[in-house]
């Protein structure tokens, strides 16, 4: 699957976070880009910036000009909630780009940047206020089933940067309910290795079929969003699939952006040409 990212959304707002937005995409996609679409709010209500009281989405414009003279850049301003502004917009492009703060709440995408990347209709990079970790691996957390869109930016990612892939698969033990889970939760050894098994039978299904590729499994015991979050320190790109962003296990999702200290790649369910699924 070509992982090429050609025409990017990228968010502005006066409170600054889209600036390291700004630098990862010239960074890590520069050369690749035809056009960027700056989004801002309507003009009525957007911020303003700088001595002389100009738009926030025309200095962010002006930035990615600078930073990136060979694409087109043009600003697109809209009325109503940011957030739905953002998914309304990432339908026409390849990658959309969201800044956020470690520090205090608060993002590109009005607050709470997993909203808007589980609704994005394309791949959604989150990229935090630095400074960011040392360019590390690309890490890829692991999920039943593997997501092939989130495996084909991880293994892109690497080949680009010349880095290792980490097979991160995040496991707890289950709460012991009188629903069920008795088995497990008496057994701690056999809910490890059934997740070693997953990790390992991964590993070796990805080395086969991309043998340019160096992969490094990597089995966790914790909360998944915690665990995922505590290894970003080590990393260039985090990878999260579809099992990661459903609904169901959304909470992985908020805290892994919540407490990622590099940039995280967010692959949603309309990223899909066709549905994905996922097991419980």
Known sequence: MDERWTTVTL??????????????????LGPDIDRVRVIGVDPAIEGRTGPDGRPVADVVADAAREA??????????HAGPFA??????????DL???????????????GDPARVAERAAVPTVVVPDGPHPIDGDVVLAVE??????????????????????????????????RTGLTDFAEEPMRWRTRNAELLQRVTAELT???PDV???????????GHAIASHTRRASLVVLGLGHVKAMSGSVLHD?????????????PAAHSEPVGVSA
Do not use: Y
Not at 84 to 93: F, I, K
Not at 99 to 105: K, N, V
Not at 154 to 159: F, G, I, P, S
Not at 214 to 224: I, K, T
């Open 84 to 93: 739905a502004a953002l998914v309304e917009e990432s339908d026409d492009g």
């Open 214 to 224: 160096r992969f490094h499994p990597l089995l966790v015991e914790g909360h998944p």
């Open 256 to 268: 892994v952006l919540r407490e990622t200290a590099s940039p995280v790649c967010v692959v949603p």
């Open 96 to 110: 959309l780009v969201i800044g956020t703060f470690r520090s205090r709440r608060g993002s590109t995408a009005g």
């Open 144 to 177: 039943d089933p593997v997501d092939e869109r989130a495996v084909a930016i991880a293994v892109d990612e690497a080949r680009r940067r010349h880095r290792r892939v980490t097979l991160l698969r995040a496991w707890e033990m289950p709460v012991l309910t």
């Open 208 to 210: 086969a079929r991309h």
């Open 11 to 28: 968010a502005a707002d006066a409170a600054k976070p889209h600036e390291e937005a700004l630098r990862w995409v010239a960074a890590r």
């Open 68 to 77: 990136l003279p060979d694409a087109r850049i043009e600003v697109r301003r």
